[in-house]
């Protein structure tokens, strides 16, 4: 059998989601249902968000820092609340509030960082 027939017959058996996927890649793979949307990258991290009505749970592990971390975000209207907690204690609390096609944030954190942060669909983040 020779080579190119080979990797044809590897290609139709491979998940194609591996394919996909470039070992060691950035890239997140991710699997979903109704209500969970779970990640991967391909360093490691790993992050999942799942939804109960207007409030989503989000878990993950950051590879870098090798930090645990979990938020809760609850959505009013145009308005979203949430907190957050890694497993080196840090603990951080914000808002987000959509304004047309901009969405303000405010973030402060534990550790004493506080930052605003308007994105807009035409001008991105600053």
Same mark, same amino acid.
């Given at each position: 059998m020779n080579l190119p027939r080979v990797l044809a017959l590897l290609m139709l058996v491979m998940p194609t989601s591996l394919l996909a996927m470039p070992k060691g890649s950035a890239l997140a793979l991710?699997? $979903?249902?109704?209500? @969970?949307?779970?990640? &991967?990258? +391909?360093? +490691?991290?790993? !992050?999942?968000? $799942?939804?109960? +009505?207007?409030? #989503? !749970? @989000?878990?993950?592990?950051? #590879?870098?820092?090798? $930090?645990?971390?979990? &938020?809760?975000?609850? $959505? !009013? +209207?145009?308005?979203?609340f949430f907190t957050g907690l890694a497993s080196d204690g840090e603990a951080w609390v914000g808002y987000s509030r959509r304004v047309g096609w901009t969405t303000l944030n405010r973030v402060s954190s534990s550790s004493g960082q506080r930052f605003n942060l308007h994105c807009s669909l035409i001008g991105g983040c600053r």
């Open positions: 991710c699997t $979903r249902s109704a209500t @969970l949307l779970a990640c &991967q990258d +391909g360093k +490691g991290s790993y !992050y999942s968000v $799942r939804t109960e +009505g207007s409030t #989503f !749970y @989000l878990r993950g592990y950051d #590879f870098d820092s090798r $930090r645990l971390w979990a &938020q809760t975000n609850s $959505r !009013y +209207g145009t308005l979203t």
